[in-house]
C-alpha cells in the first residue's frame, strides 16, 4: 500500500485560513480541506493530530503576525514619547493586517481565541495560545501605563476597548468584506480619540 503523499504544515494552514475566510468555521472540514490543499487525508492527520488542533494553529499563527505588528507600532510610538498616538496605532494593527495579508486579518475577524481554543486541541497548542494571550495583556498593560501612568482595572477597560472592542466594531465588517475603506480607518481613529478623551 502506498504511503499517503505529505503536504507542508503551512500549505494546509493556508488552506485551512482560505476556507475560514470564505465560508466561516463551517466551511472548515477534512474533505475540504483536502480539496482546497491537493493532500491526503492522512497529510492532515500526520502534521496536526486533528482539524481542531490544525485550526489552533492556523489562528495562533495569524495572531502572532498580528502581535508583532501590534508590537511594532507601539514600541516606535512609545519610543517617541507619545502614549495615546501608540493606543491609536495598536488599535489600528488590524487594518495594517489587512493591508499586508488580507486572509490572514479574516481569519482573526471571522474567529476568537475562545473559538479555537476547544478541549480537543493538543495541549501544547493550547499552552502556546494561553502564553499568547498573556503576551497582549502585557502590551494592554503597557499602554495603560503609558497614556495613565498606571495599570489599573479602570485605565486596562479603556485601552481594552480602544484596541480590541472599536476595531472588533469598526475593522472587522470591512475585513470580512475584503477592504478596510480609508473611511472605517478614520471612523475608528476618532472612536479612540473620544474614548481616551472619556474622564
Known amino acids: 500500500m502506498a504511503r499517503p503523499r505529505l503536504h507542508s504544515a503551512d500549505a ?3 488552506a485551512a485560513e482560505a476556507l475560514v475566510a470564505d465560508s466561516g468555521r463551517a466551511g472548515l472540514t477534512v474533505r475540504a480541506l483536502t ?12 502534521a496536526f493530530g486533528d482539524l481542531e ?60 481565541r475562545d473559538d479555537v481554543l476547544t478541549e480537543g486541541v ?18 494592554l498593560r503597557k499602554l495603560a501605563r503609558a497614556v495613565y501612568g498606571q495599570a489599573d482595572r479602570a485605565a486596562l477597560d479603556v485601552v481594552t476597548t480602544c484596541i480590541v472592542g472599536l ?23 476618532a472612536a479612540v480619540g473620544a474614548v481616551l478623551d472619556t474622564p
Open 167 to 189: 476595531p472588533a466594531a469598526l475593522l472587522f465588517p470591512d475585513i470580512r468584506a475584503g477592504r478596510v475603506s480609508p473611511r472605517t480607518r478614520r471612523h475608528l481613529a
Open 122 to 139: 493538543a495541549e501544547p497548542v493550547a499552552t502556546d495560545l494561553r502564553a499568547l494571550d498573556r503576551e497582549l495583556a502585557e502590551e
Open 35 to 46: 480539496a482546497r490543499a491537493g493532500a491526503s487525508n492522512g497529510s492532515v492527520y500526520h
Open 53 to 112: 488542533t490544525l485550526l489552533a494553529n492556523a489562528w495562533l499563527r495569524r495572531a502572532r503576525q498580528f502581535l508583532a505588528l501590534l508590537r511594532d507600532a507601539v514600541d516606535g510610538e512609545l519610543t517617541a514619547g507619545d502614549g495615546r498616538r501608540a493606543v491609536q496605532a495598536a488599535a489600528d494593527t488590524a487594518a495594517r493586517l489587512a493591508e499586508q495579508d488580507l486572509r490572514a486579518a479574516q481569519l482573526l475577524a471571522a474567529l476568537t
Open 12 to 14: 494546509l494552514l493556508d
